[in-house]
């Protein structure tokens, strides 16, 4: 099992709408719309905010959005807050015979 | 309200062995497989394996494949990371999290984690 590509940062200003990519494979991201993005503040457990490619657990704000085309999944912030900073992580179901398949995080800075 | 509780940070020495709890509450135990994930310092999530406490239908993600055990007891609805021989490389954060499924992908509720560092 191969994992997600993401990019290692990402910056922005308060106010401003962000978008991270998760770049998966045929695979993965492109034939299932099985996707999750949590977020994990410093010295916490990671927040599951999207699964399923666009659907937001109960509690999470609508400011988070997620979507899929082809092979690669986004996440979008809009409505950027300086507690947003935290490091942003995609997952995507591989297959019966795939575990945790994860990307390899993308850090977001809020200038 | 599902919970997940682990052990508390170790402290331990090269060659040693750990074994690092998760408690869940709020859930039918049984109904819901467990993953674990390993962080080490200022890296990313890699799951390590996913056990379905039922039945004890364990596996492993290929880079944990035999270095490392996972178990539970559905008796006190707790499951278990099993380290061996422990080396500095160890060291990191250890999180269990409930899965929907097997695949590991969708996992809504984590334990708040459990720091192990490894030195002598």
């Known amino acids: 099992q191969s994992a997600l590509t993401q990019p290692a940062s990402v910056s922005g200003s308060p106010g401003q709408s962000i978008t991270f990519s998760c770049s998966g494979t045929?695979?993965?991201?492109?034939?299932?719309?099985?996707v999750s993005w949590y977020q994990q503040h410093p010295g916490r457990a990671p927040k599951l905010i999207i699964y399923?490619?666009?659907k937001r657990p109960s509690g999470i704000s609508d400011r988070f959005s997620g979507s899929k085309s082809g092979n690669t999944a986004s996440l979008t912030i809009s409505g950027l807050q300086t507690d947003d900073e935290a490091d942003y992580y995609c997952?995507?179901?591989?297959?019966?015979?795939?575990?945790?398949?994860f990307g390899g995080g993308t850090r977001l800075i809020v200038l | 309200e599902v919970q997940l509780v682990q052990s508390g940070a170790e402290v331990k020495k090269p060659g040693e062995s750990l074994k690092i709890s998760c408690k869940g509450s709020?859930?039918?135990?049984?109904?819901?497989?467990i993953v674990w994930v390993r962080q080490m310092p200022g890296k990313g999530l890699e799951c390590m394996g996913i056990?379905?406490?039922?039945?004890?239908?364990?596996r492993y993600t290929p880079p944990f494949e035999g270095q490392v055990r996972i178990s539970a007891d559905t008796s006190i609805n707790t499951a278990y990371l099993h380290l061996n021989n422990l080396k500095a490389s160890d060291t990191a954060t250890y999180f269990c999290?409930?899965?929907?499924?097997?695949?590991?992908?969708?996992?809504?509720?984590w334990g708040q984690g459990t720091p192990v560092t490894v030195f002598s």
């Open positions: 999290a409930r899965a929907l499924d097997s695949s590991g992908y969708h996992l809504p509720n």
């Open positions: 709020g859930y039918r135990f049984t109904n819901f497989w």
């Open positions: 056990i379905h406490p039922d039945d004890s239908d364990t």
């Open positions: 045929r695979s993965d991201v492109g034939i299932y719309n099985l």
């Open positions: 399923e490619v666009n």
């Open positions: 997952a995507s179901y591989a297959g019966s015979h795939a575990i945790g398949v």
